[in-house]
């Protein structure tokens, strides 16, 4: 199987992974995870929720938490205008998806709406700013995790999901078939290998996001500090290198509730039409490089709390 | 003076800075600066020119080297799509610049032309293309340039070259002003601080080209190695920070004809357009962090062969 | 159990780990191992036998590899002067050890003996010498192993080595106990954690050798190198840091043949004596920090040429 | 001139540099320098006195900082045992040196007493001990500065100097010539490049003391946040490579009073008697690699309180 690399021009512009919505039990874990260990950032906080963002980041958050049973809420993307916005809803409402118009804190206009998997989706052109933090090297901390880059969802709507996303404008960057049936797609706008990747299990059912720290050693670094709080438990996979698809250097921590996220410290770009989408047949790679993904890791997922599956 | 942030979107889609095409005296001591120390590979070469590109580059060439007398040729840059080209010609017919196409050997259909700073450009819409050697650890040495990113051009029309490419979808990240008047502009397509940059110099001219590399490590180790070859006269400032547009890690080296090449090991994403462009006032800011830049790196440049100055 | 640190001042003055002869199926794949992926260099060569340096080592050789059925030869260590080979002679003698004085390749005057373990040992006061690459950046490759840093031996004899090799002026940094008795001793000369281990198996046998690398990221790095080159089951564990005896971060490989070779970028000092030996228990540490050590880590070693045990 | 290498063997045991006492003229602002920056941990403090450590140190102090007029008081060295202590107060008083027993806070019994160039010097053979903080990842910030390696100082006595401290067993591992005269000479005695450097200049005067720390990104991550406090000013020299003796990567920083300190992650081992001493011709080698080394690095000294120059 070769897929074809279609290049779509729809209406509007969609530019990238935003940000992730998520429930977690104990904020205050959640906090010493993200924060300490991570090295992101309080953008704001009040009883409920905790907003947060990368050191490199100007938008007001890349993760939202919200006390509550551990759950995603949903997966935020970007468009580029208000404009686009518009022609957006349009186009999923032109689709039969549910759309809604919402207010959420420190964004601007929110739209929420559903893919052809089921994923629970939100979509703003606007957030309110705070400084980037790239270069203050005293807010340098834990991994110093960056910006959020993608998401992984599982769901057995792989190809649906190819469809539907290459109308919205997405390039296939890689994707990975097996006896002839299309196992994961990794799709992107902004430019590097992936803003959101499907992979075929039972679902919508949330992977993983990631964030971009700087360089390998701090992958290395908090993995000590996880050990040196006994929390190395929570360090599922890696440090290593993916020699599947992205082919970046990684590493897998669960947070306090299990929600998985990974770090990695390089991505290569992606942009231009000519380069044809690179295909793996499972299995035969290597996924860990020189270490063997855990079986947790392949099989753990987190529900979304509006589709509870 | 605050610059305004209009968000155009003019018909075509310029997507990047794509490559650089330059003249050298001597093939073999351009091949062993750019390939042994920075770590570029030979993708095609005969007896005049040397082809090269960065071990993350799918593209055949970022870096076209050509025999001849020391000057650059040209800057290219990259459309997504063959239709985006005609709609590129148009304009800049419209604009009053004279334009051709030309058969150029690897790439394909080619448009020449020239900006209002005078600049010789060069915009394609695809390349053939060659092994990414990103996850190819053998094939990593020297600094292990990954791929380009960048130019900068010395011009005294600052403001009608962000004017000229804002029309063309450009977006300013960062500028420089001076008393009143605007020094520097950082512009940008592919969501990172800057494809192209203008500052106010007496030119055109070329002040560097930059490629990222994978981690400051290799920053210091290239370093090492031009030492090791006493040519220790070629490392002309850095490594450090910019605490000034980019905000990144650098170091800046000049090829065996004088041409400057930027090594950087990271940048912000910059995305969204509630962002404000960030206005330095110079002077008072720290170009080099902790030191001074040398007055060559101020005041050397390198003239356009076409133009001559 | 809390062991005492006596202060021997031996006549003599052993100084250090120096190096290893061990027998090798194919010399050819040893140095692709050695020498392409570690970074050793070789000093010289003839058709049976290879002698390689670290980086740093100005001594002629820290490895010599002879062509032969795989097994382990000797470990050498060194006296400061031949006066302290002479009275070393006269103490192995006093303490019923056999002693032969040899001709050795590149080696001063060179004493064959046995420890209480059994170990094929071999000392001397001086080598031929080699330039050191240590700066020689245009020489660093693979993961730039810069020099022999300590061995493990196992042998049910751990009591016994630790009171003999205490004798000779070795002193204990680090130990194991289970239960009441004796795992592992962690003995050292030249001020950081370990010249020599011993480690409560069946033996004597060989658990691996031990070369400093410059940093981090050169672990990462050359499991990649194993990765690309489809050798990466010889990636036996790591890169990850022991949270037990030595705290270093390590990478342990395994060479064609099986010889164990540990990369570890960092040690700390240990010179004065009031700093008491470190004890730690079994289980309840974690020897891998956020990963657990494989089966063929704890239970592969090599035999001694010599013992054939 | 080629020095001779004599193996000496003195009854006592002098083993390395331990600390260096020195007199501030603002405890916080030293405090921020040393710890914040540095990333040295105070082990104790009182209203008058700051007792620091690196990460690496068991010892309780490496630097001890004095309110008081800025200057030097004391280079502190370690003797292996209290025999030891003994045996060299007898040797120092038949050379002719003033020796003086004194009660220091939180070290063994201290002998003071003056070398040749008239350097106040403290010995001791125990310090109390504190944990080595070493592998707690979260005691990790600033530089990670982990242990004192050694001093420089400047005096006419170099050749007086290096005779002298042969004389109690230190090696010479690298000196500098010029047009016949003795200018360095580096001294060691724990087995790496040196413990003492004297340099020929007006003296006795202190140049620097230097600390080791992981690997070279500190040495970038600590410049960074010397400018993120505008304190840029105190960045003196670095980052490079001394290709030059000790052959480091290295950072020479000025603490709020001037006094300097060096930053390094790497030395090379020298142990063996066989390995000459590495002679360097002056001028012409490269002290800084690829950058020039400001006149106030080789300018600037600080007198000892107690001899006032």
Partial sequence: MQLPTPVYKPAFNITRASHLVSRVSD???SRAFY??????????????????????????????????EPAVERIGLRVLTEEDLDLLEAHFR????????????????????????????EFCATMETRPRLFAQADAYHGACALRLDHFQIVTPKVRESLDFYNGMGFRLSEYVTKDGSLEMVFLQRKGNPHDIVFANRE?????????????????????????????EGQVEFGPARHFSPGLAR???????????VELFPSHYHTIDIEEEP???????????GWIVPPDRWWNDTMAFAETGR
Wanted: proline letters at 7%; charged letters at 20%; one cysteine or more.
């Fill in 27 to 29: 904020l205050e874990a």
């Fill in 203 to 231: 679902g919508p059912r949330l992977h993983h996001c990631a964030y971009q720290v700087p360089e390998t050693h701090h992958l290395m670094h908090v993995c000590d500090l996880f050990v040196c709080r006994d929390q």
């Fill in 278 to 288: 690179v295909r793996w047949e499972a299995p035969g790679f290597k996924a860990g």
């Fill in 94 to 121: 032109a689709a039969g998806f549910p759309t809604a118009w919402v207010e959420i804190p420190h964004q601007g206009r929110t739209l929420h709406t559903t893919d052809p998997a089921g994923t629970p989706l």
């Fill in 250 to 260: 990684f590493l897998y921590l669960r947070d306090p509730d299990g929600h998985r």
């Fill in 35 to 68: 924060c300490e260990l991570l090295g992101l950032v309080v953008s704001d906080e009040d009883s409920s929720t905790l907003w947060l963002r990368g050191l490199e980041e100007a938008c007001h958050h890349s993760l939202v938490l919200k006390k509550g």
